[in-house]
């Protein structure tokens, strides 16, 4: 079965930067839709970004041109480069992948496995 795992995450000072890794089994990338979201506690789920099968990238407003979101296809592999910090990007971050997309939007019905999160923690 297809599993999500996710790396990366720990604790930085606002202004600091994180890159996490989301590594799957059973599941390749590869012209497939896939993505990061994140989860304060208290509040709904939200979309961070996302990669579609023709390999756009699209972003919540809130992390443009702070956040990267890649994938290196030969190592199966997704990425989520976090710069500058701010306190409320803290959060669970969640990978999460599905099928062919090709729409340019963040839509989590789109993805059918998620991962079980890895922990971002960010302090003044």
């Known amino acids: 079965q297809v599993q999500l795992v996710e790396s990366g995450g720990g604790s930085v000072q606002a202004g600091g930067s994180l890159t996490l890794s989301c590594t799957p089994s059973?599941?390749?990338?590869?012209?497939?839709?896939s993505g990061w979201f994140r989860q304060a506690p208290g509040k709904e789920r939200e979309g961070v970004a996302v990669?579609?099968?023709?390999?756009?990238?699209t972003y919540t407003r809130s992390v443009k041109g702070r956040f990267t979101i890649s994938r290196d296809i030969n190592k199966n592999v997704m990425y989520l480069q976090m710069n500058n910090l701010k306190l409320e990007d803290a959060g669970m971050y969640y990978c999460?992948?599905?099928?062919?997309?090709?729409?340019?939007?963040?839509?989590?019905?789109?993805?059918?496995?998620w991962g079980q999160g890895t922990q971002v923690s960010v302090s003044t």
């Open positions: 999460a992948a599905g099928g062919t997309f090709w729409g340019s939007r963040i839509d989590p019905s789109a993805l059918e496995y």
């Open positions: 059973w599941y390749t990338f590869r012209e497939n839709y």
């Open positions: 990669i579609n099968s023709r390999e756009q990238t």
